[in-house]
């Protein structure tokens, strides 16, 4: 089945207005949002700890988001770029 999280296609919906993905539309999309929270809250509880692991945790929270938005930018139906509604 972990094949199947490495399929190409779509798992997010492009933002009606504006610019980016909206909602995700596939399981893949929702494992990931739901991985990406989860190792966010981690790494948060492990900044509460003090000032070298505060570091640490917003490395990783930086490094975590990067990835996820460049995996959502590949994985979102129709791409991202400014939306206006629905004539768009």
Known sequence: MLHKFFEDGDW??????GYGAGLPIAWQGWALLAAYIGAVLVLCLLAERGWPQ??????????????????VHRHTRGGWRWRWGADD
Do not use: C, D, E, Q
């Not at 505060?54 to 996820?68: K, P, R, Y």
């Open 54 to 71: 505060n570091v640490g945790a917003f490395a990783g929270i930086a490094v975590l988001t990067m990835a996820f938005v460049v995996i």
């Open 12 to 17: 997010f919906a492009a933002k009606r207005y």
